[in-house]
């Protein structure tokens, strides 16, 4: 069993029909021998939504959850759970790694989303409202989660199957300009991290995020190290990273009757400021 002092995964999306995470028990192969489990965004849903009960029933059982085990979880914030936490971002190993969902990397939130216009209409007026005594990415972000918390739930909380894929093709990839949006997404993700981090965290080496579904790892011309964990939705896969004192590793998840457990690994790297390159594992 692998250890490690801080594993970080991200979009669970607990609670939405085509998630692969069922009952959060299936996680705890990730827990054993981690000292701090980070759920980095989009846990679940708890925004608006045409079920009343369907928030209360998931964070009752995300509480429950986290009660009975022993690992300390610490929970971030994504668009789909903007309330879910304080916390917006996490920085790690002396503010080498920077954790954040990644939605803030994008003006209009989901730009394939049906709701990017309004997203971006409603992060506009958030960035004039917002006030806080705290850095300028902090008050991104919390710009960021007050527009989420404003758009509701669409499929994400409908229980009857026909109708769930019906309002997941209408709010995702229809028209089919939508997926044009979501493979540029994909291309400007490294470049638009490396541009967050180089305007609000100059000094962090790794950028760890989630929401884009895609997983993978890019190398910046800067050095800066671009980490996605992918997603528990089909179809694109997941990782999750492990920090221990002087290590950062990017391990596939395996799944095994229906649990999900760290696997091999792709990518190691020191966490140190040395000039030695990181060491890549095929």
């Known amino acids: 069993m692998s250890t490690a002092q801080v594993r970080i995964i991200s979009d669970l999306h607990y609670g939405d029909r085509v998630s692969a995470v069922t009952e959060f028990g299936q996680l705890a192969p990730l827990l054993a ?3 701090t489990l980070i759920l980095n965004g989009d846990t679940t849903d708890t ?9 209360t029933r998931v964070l ?4 429950a959850f ?5 690992t300390e979880i610490t929970l971030l914030t994504g668009n789909h759970d903007p309330d879910i936490s304080s916390n917006h971002l996490q ?3 002396d503010g080498q790694v920077l954790v954040t969902h990644g939605d803030v990397l994008f003006d209009n939130i989901v730009p394939w989303g049906r709701d990017a216009v309004l997203a971006s209409e409603l992060v506009n007026q958030a960035r004039h409202e917002t006030e806080i005594d705290s850095d300028p990415l902090e008050r991104l972000m919390q710009a960021h989660r007050l527009a989420a918390a404003a758009i509701p739930q669409r499929h994400q909380s409908e229980r009857n199957g026909l109708r769930y894929f019906t309002s997941f093709l209408t709010d995702t990839i229809w028209p089919p ?7 540029n997404s994909w291309r400007t993700f490294p470049a638009r991290a490396e541009a967050l981090v180089s305007t609000h965290r100059a000094s962090a080496r790794f950028l760890i995020c989630g929401h884009t579904h895609w997983p993978g790892i890019w190398r910046r011309r800067d050095g800066l190290i671009v980490i996605n964990t992918g997603s528990y939705c089909p179809p694109c896969g997941r990782l999750v990273v492990d920090l221990d004192e002087d290590q950062l590793k990017v391990r596939r998840i395996a799944k095994r009757r229906g649990d999900f457990m ?4 792709v990518a190691q790297f020191a966490l140190t400021r040395s000039n030695s390159p990181p060491i890549q594992v095929p």
């Open 60 to 63: 009752s059982e995300l509480a």
């Open 33 to 35: 021998d981690t000292q």
């Open 262 to 265: 760290p696997g091999a690994i």
């Open 177 to 183: 300009t939508r997926v044009f949006h979501i493979l």
């Open 66 to 70: 986290i009660r009975q085990t022993p």
């Open 47 to 55: 925004r608006p939504g045409p079920d009343p009960d369907f928030k």
């Open 91 to 93: 920085e790690l190993a």
